[in-house]
């Protein structure tokens, strides 16, 4: 049964991330789906995933195996280009809230977030099989530079990354590096990044600090590597050079916050 996965920020509030599956199994001429919200505990190959509650299913009957087929190519087509991402490993049936409740603790970092610019229209003009590969070519740039530069990664968000860093300087070393390596794969990235303090509970990130670096980036442009005033501050003593981007709104954030650009 192939199954997908897709993980991204609640809009209406800053309650954290969410997550979702989705599988799908064709038998003769009727295809089984099955979907619904989980939870992503770890990251990489380690990563463990729960569903959270039951999941709904669906029959659809098609008539013949050959329309079955059709459909669920279609189907599989449509999720991928909605940013889900392939997951091989199972789901598994929801955790015992005993076992969330004692994994909860408060952590402090530098939050990193990458994001290709105008994926979708790559994605459509280069075609499925192409863009998979590119795709690929681009996590192994990503994850090598997290691993020079001692990052950890978080989740994967389609054609995004969020990592974490204990120091600032280290997550600015890591997002102008990734600039360069995936500049040769003829894509453009965006970068924010933000220094703030987030929940780890069951496996799951909660906090403000997310959705602030999240805003961060949407803030950035093409080539851009764009930090909040926060990392601003804790590198005042650094020799990595700013400049002032202005103060801006960032979307479903209390306050306004002041944005600047890292010179190269």
């Given amino acids: 049964m192939p199954k997908f996965l897709r993980i991204g920020v609640h809009q209406s509030n ?84 005993a076992e969330i409740g004692a994994e909860s603790k408060q952590v402090l970092a530098t939050i990193l977030i990458v994001d290709i610019v105008g994926s979708t229209a790559k994605a459509a003009k280069l075609g499925d099989a192409r863009w998979t590969k590119i795709m690929g070519h681009y996590y192994a740039a990503v994850r090598k530079e997290l691993k020079n530069s001692r990052g950890k990664e978080v989740v994967t968000t389609g054609d995004g990354v969020l990592a974490t860093f204990k120091a600032p300087a280290a997550g600015i070393t890591c997002a102008t590096a990734i600039q360069k390596a995936v500049r040769t794969l003829g894509l453009d990235i965006r970068v924010g990044l933000h220094a703030g303090e987030y929940k780890v509970s069951g496996g799951e990130m909660v906090g403000l600090a997310f959705h602030i670096g999240t805003r961060v980036a949407a803030k950035a442009r093409a080539g851009e590597v764009l930090v909040s005033s926060a990392v ?33």
């Fill in 14 to 97: 800053v309650s954290g991330y969410t997550s979702k599956a989705w599988c799908i199994r064709r038998v003769g001429s009727a295809v089984f789906l099955k979907w619904g919200a989980v939870e992503v505990q770890g990251a990489g190959d380690g990563r463990k995933v729960y569903w959270t509650r039951l999941p709904q299913e669906k029959t659809v009957r098609c008539g013949t195996a050959q329309r079955a087929q059709d459909y669920a190519k279609a189907a599989i087509a449509r999720r991928r280009s909605h940013r889900y991402e392939p997951l091989s490993g199972p789901i598994a049936p929801r955790r015992r809230a």
């Fill in 232 to 264: 601003r501050d804790l590198m005042a003593k650094s020799e990595i050079r700013f400049r002032d981007h202005g103060v801006h709104q960032l979307k479903g954030v209390p306050a306004r916050w002041r944005l600047y650009r890292v010179e190269s």
